[in-house]
T-cell receptor
């Protein structure tokens, strides 16, 4: 059974640019969550999607957005990149939303220069 | 007060010993608790989930939950050098469907 797939694995962008990250969940899983991991802040929740609807949102500015498609694949977009957006972005897949086990993809390492 | 707190470590234990990792949380109504292991440069890997008070065992791992005292712990028996990693505690606070992670405890198992 394939795991959670995130693309790309590594990305270098310039300040002010925008970026789109992709996540394909485990087959049969319908919930996708996104997290930002930095050495200083640890793992922080960005948002969660279930059945193409955003169910939960963390405390991040509106520059961070996402969406989920009918096949449960999800994309995350960050506009007007800042140096502080450099982080490991992790996607987690769950069978449904709420109180269930979440399985992480390998992450996308974003570097903003 | 942080929502989920863990000692950052490092916690050093000799090979073959029991490693005890602790986590406290602030939301008394939290219902779901998870332990993840993260090797350097890798993504978190789910080790255990626990939902009820008491112990839950899976191989060399035992998760312990005490909702009255608001703590959850992870015991690793017969620790191996390959267990050296950062262990993350995650909690699902009441009324939400998001997971709050602690900053993790770095474990070093000495051969």
């Amino acid at each position: 059974k394939a795991g959670v797939t995130q693309t790309p694995r590594y990305l270098i962008k310039t300040r002010g640019q925008q970026v789109t990250l992709s996540c394909s969940p485990i087959s049969g899983h319908r919930s996708v969550s996104w997290y930002q991991q930095t050495p200083g802040q640890g793992l922080q929740f960005l948002f969660e999607y279930f059945s193409e609807t955003q169910r939960n949102k963390g405390n991040f500015p509106g520059r961070f957005s996402g969406r989920q498609f009918s096949n449960s694949r999800s994309e995350m977009n960050v506009s007007t990149l800042e140096l502080g957006d450099s982080a490991l972005y992790l996607c987690a897949s769950s069978h449904t939303y709420g109180n269930t086990e979440a399985f992480f993809g390998q992450g996308t390492r974003l570097t903003v220069v | 007060q942080k929502e989920v707190e863990q000692n950052s470590g490092p916690l050093s234990v000799p090979e073959g010993a029991i490693a005890s990792l602790n986590c406290t949380y602030s939301d008394r109504g939290s219902q779901s608790f998870f332990w993840y292991r993260q090797y350097s440069g890798k993504s978190p890997e789910l080790i255990m989930s626990i939902y009820s008070n008491g112990d839950k065992e899976d191989g060399r791992f035992t998760a312990q939950l005490n909702k009255a005292s608001q703590y959850v712990s992870l015991l690793i028996r017969d620790s191996q050098p390959s267990d050296s990693a950062t262990y993350l505690c995650a909690v699902n606070p009441s009324g939400t469907y998001k997971y709050i992670f602690g900053t993790g405890t770095r474990l070093k198992v000495l051969a």
